[in-house]
């Protein structure tokens, strides 16, 4: 058996061993394929935050806690807008909220400018 085999993500057994490009695990007759357990891995450290630090989602609604200002637009987006039906990117710049705010139309946002609710 390879030591650098992951053990099963259902069972936690160390005998796993590879079938093709899958993973298989003898105990619980668990298959998984190596990509997915990486990717579980990354997702889970992958956690986006708020300003106060509630982890946000895709579908969630924000409130903007901070004046923004917007290139090209005079008044900019005022804090306390909120903006419904985020989608959580990875973004350029930090900027990993993708978003449509009336009145501005499709934008990018910082997590550290908004607060969930």
Not at 32 to 47: C, I, L, Y
Not at 56 to 65: E, K, N, P, R
Not at 92 to 107: E, S
Request: charged share 25%; glycine share 12%.
């Amino acid at each position: 058996m390879s030591e650098n085999l992951p053990s099963c993500p259902e069972c936690s057994s160390a005998y796993t061993y590879e079938m093709g490009a899958l993973l298989v695990c003898p105990e619980c007759g668990h298959e998984w394929s190596r990509t997915s357990a990486g990717t579980d891995a990354t997702s889970e450290e992958h956690v986006i935050k708020d300003s106060v630090g509630n982890v946000l989602a895709d579908g969630d609604t924000v409130t903007v806690v901070k004046g923004l200002k917007v290139k090209g637009h005079p008044t900019g987006i005022k804090a306390g807008t909120k903006v419904r039906n985020i989608r959580l990117v990875d973004g350029v710049d930090g900027h990993d909220i993708d978003c449509k705010i009336d009145g501005f139309g499709h934008m990018q946002l910082k997590s550290s400018v908004v607060r969930k609710g």
